[in-house]
Antibody, heavy 118, light 107 residues
Framework: EVQLVESGGGFVLPGESLRLACVASGFSFTSYSMSWVRQAPGKGLEWVSTTRVNNIDKYYADSVKGRFTISRDNSKNTLYLQMNSLRAEDTAVYYC???????????WGQGTLVTVSS | EIVLTQSPATVSLSPGERATLSCRASQTVSTFLAWYQQKAGHPPRLLIYDASSRATGIPARFSGTGSGTEFTLTISSLEPEDSAIYYCQQRSMWPSTFGQGTKLEIK
């Protein structure tokens, strides 16, 4: 059974940093691209970032480009999201997702809440 | 950036009825289009990938059609548990984008 468990969320001030982690199990982590998707309170889904297996090809939403960095440690089956210069509009539940066929996210974690407020 | 527009924003139907949800792309995405179901307090669940392929464990009453810029998710005979928000997502071009969602209410 695929399991994705996020951690690292919390309450931070604007301008501060946070690193999210997602530990994966139940599948061959080194065979799949991985993504982060977020959802602001009461709002829709927003794709944030995707990394390929090689940890070199990475893609970002314009809203986070230059502030967020996605990475993965294939030896630890762990996906990361380093978030710098956080803003109030980054407040959201952040989901880790496994990419499957045709790039669709076929497995999701339960999410971790990030709150950015002064 | 490819914009996905979903319609209607909200739809209210009775059990046993047929639901037709639309997703329109601002430019072609070929068939790199997925549909998700999200219930309150839960993460999204993949229903359809590659525009028309059902994900593992998804009931046959869910089906997807379309290619290019016009896509449809059909639920052939609604069950009470189908009450949720449905999102489409394109993975044809970076950045990937989601539609704004359609809220399906079961009367």
């Amino acid at each position: 059974e695929v399991q994705l468990v996020e951690s690292g969320g919390g309450f931070v001030l604007p301008g501060e940093s946070l690193r999210l982690a997602c530990v994966a199990s139940g599948f061959s982590f080194t065979s799949y691209s991985m993504s982060w998707v977020r959802q602001a309170p009461g709002k829709g889904l927003e794709w944030v970032s995707t990394t390929r297996v090689n940890n070199i090809d990475k893609y970002y939403a314009d809203s986070v480009k230059g502030r967020f960095t996605i990475s993965r440690d294939n030896s630890k089956n762990t996906l990361y999201l380093q978030m710098n210069s956080l803003r109030a509009e980054d407040t959201a539940v952040y989901y880790c997702a496994k990419d499957g066929r045709a790039g669709a996210c076929d497995s999701w974690g339960q999410g971790t809440l990030v709150t950015v407020s002064s | 950036e490819i914009v996905l527009t979903q319609s209607p924003a909200t739809v209210s139907l009775s059990p046993g009825e047929r639901a037709t949800l639309s997703c329109r792309a601002s430019q072609t995405v070929s068939t790199f289009l997925a549909w998700y179901q999200q219930k309150a307090g839960h993460p999204p669940r993949l229903l359809i990938y590659d525009a028309s392929s059902r994900a593992t464990g998804i009931p046959a009453r869910f089906s997807g059609t379309g290619s290019g810029t016009e896509f449809t998710l059909t639920i052939s005979s609604l069950e009470p548990e189908d009450s949720a928000i449905y999102y489409c997502q394109q993975r044809s071009m970076w950045p990937s984008t989601f539609g704004q969602g359609t809220k399906l209410e079961i009367k």
